[in-house]
């Protein structure tokens, strides 16, 4: 059984820590459970490791935010991996910070990530895991707010969240996706 779990973010230091990065840094944490490291591929850097029998393949896009789902898509592709057994894990303004919530499809709710993807792929039928950001910004500002660094008293909790959507995505892999939602979800 293989898995695609694509991580959101931007390349570059600037954007290393932000909130709009919380997929990349998922899935840092979980590459460095498993001792893997990411190399440079096409559109993305890529490492897989392997859980119970499975194989989860990681990518981080190189595209960019907005431009995500050309590398969801290629990957997909030549991996050969079903859409059922695509992850998407992503920031969302509107869950308080660091709410999990995974959900088997649904709407882009605005995210331009998420846009991307389900343009690429054809439909929005692609599972997905929101890290909660919060909102706490001025009416117009939410584009300066996702690429801001979390605040001292939000990094000093991310540890212990992005530990748990690590856990959400090997739960994903092993135990499927209802049953980690109904397990995970609050």
């Known amino acids: 059984m293989k898995y695609l779990i694509a991580g959101l973010g931007n390349i570059g230091p600037e954007y290393e820590l932000t909130r709009h990065n919380i997929g990349f840094l998922v899935l840092d944490f979980l590459a460095g459970k498993f001792d893997a490291d990411f190399k440079s591929d ?3 850097f890529k490492c897989e490791v392997k859980h119970k029998g499975r194989s989860f393949h990681l990518i981080k896009p190189t595209t960019y935010m907005n431009l995500s789902g050309k590398a969801v898509n290629y990957w997909m592709k030549q991996l050969k991996i079903p859409k059922e057994n695509i992850l998407v894990i992503t920031d969302d303004v ?13 709407s882009s709710a605005g995210h ?7 343009a690429a792929t054809g439909g929005n039928n692609f599972a997905r895991l929101k890290f ?10 939410q584009v300066d707010y996702v690429l801001s660094n979390f605040s001292k008293g939000e990094f000093a909790e991310l540890e212990t969240h992005i530990e748990r959507a690590a856990e959400m995505i090997l739960s994903f892999g092993t135990i499927g996706i209802g049953r980690t939602m109904s397990q995970f979800n609050s």
């Open 94 to 106: 509107s869950l308080p910070f660091a709410r999990l919530r995974m959900r088997a499809k649904g």
């Open 42 to 44: 096409r559109l993305a």
């Open 112 to 118: 331009n990530g998420l846009k991307d993807i389900e």
């Open 132 to 141: 909660g950001i919060g909102n706490d910004y001025p009416q117009g500002r």
